[in-house]
Structure formats: C-alpha cells, structure tokens
C-alpha cells in the first residue's frame, strides 16, 4: 500500500479546510443531495463528500457507507487532493498503490474508486466528491464530466460554509 503524499502547501491547505467550519459537523440535507443524486446517477453503493484533514478524511456527506472518518495514510482522496485531476482506480485489486490496503481487502471491499478533487473558496483542494464500487468498473467522457458538475456544486454548497 502507497500512503498519499503530503502536498507541499499543506499548511495552507489546512488552513483554507478549517476556515470552511464543516469538519465535525452534523449532515446537511444540501450535501446529501448532491451525494444521493450521484449515488443514483452512477449507480454505485457508495458516495461521499470527503475532507482530508491532517490525519484523517473525514466525510461530511456519506451514501452507503456507516463510518465517519478513516485514516489519512489509507484513505484513496488523500491521492485525489495532490492533483487537478480527477483519480480513477478502475479495479484497485490490481493497482499496486491500493492492492493491500485494508479498505480493499477488507469492508466496505473497494474495487472501483473516482474522486474528483474540491477546493474552498481560495483555490486549495480540501476533500473530494468520491464515487466507490464493490466491483471494478469505468467512466465514460460524460460520466467524469456529470462527476465535474457535481463536484462544483459541492464547492458551491461549501463556499456558503466559509
């Protein structure tokens, strides 16, 4: 297992994450809308809007999934935040980066992983709207550009947050 990278400007990543006043939080109807309607959209079993924070990601929507948080050093957005781009993990059985990682070796079994990167307001990329399947599976063109759409509605609903 590769554990993410810590991104050069993580202090000031940190910083923009905790002046949103979302971490800790309880759920809010205007982010479990966005998580339901991906859920539906890509027919997944799980969806969340994810904050990494120093240590931990910790989810402040969550479809499909009962835990709040898991660790940083584990967690598959701690890769999607160094990076514009969207990170796809077609089938991480077979990704050396998260083969043995206990999230998929283990409950909830992740094969499949999209997360799109969301950032605060100034620009730093705080969490992500992350899509995540039992089975390995792909995006078409439309599906990442629906993900992107759904992702800036996320920043949107978090910039009210700020």
């Not at 799980?46 to 990494?52: D, K, Y």
């Not at 094969?111 to 605060?120: K, S």
Request: aromatic letters at 6%; one cysteine or more; hydrophobic letters at 40%.
């Amino acid at each position: 297992m590769q554990e993410p990278r810590i991104p050069i400007e993580e202090k000031q990543r940190l910083l923009a994450l905790h002046r949103l006043n979302l971490l800790d939080t309880p759920p809010e109807e205007r982010f479990d809308r966005l998580t339901r309607i991906a859920r539906q959209y890509f027919k997944v079993p799980i969806v969340l809007v994810s904050l990494v924070d120093a240590d931990r990601q910790w989810f402040k929507s969550a479809q499909g999934l009962s835990v709040c948080e898991t660790g940083r050093n584990v967690s598959f957005c701690g890769h999607a935040i160094l990076s514009e781009e969207p990170l796809m993990v077609p089938n991480a059985l077979q990704d050396p980066r998260f083969d043995d990682n206990p999230l998929v070796t283990g409950p909830p079994n992740i094969r499949f992983y999209a997360g799109r990167p969301v950032h605060a307001p100034t620009g730093e990329r705080v969490g992500t709207l992350c899509l995540i399947d039992v089975r390995p599976r792909d995006l078409s063109r439309l599906d990442l550009q629906v993900l992107a759409d759904l992702a800036g509605a996320v920043e949107s609903e978090m910039a009210r947050s700020g």
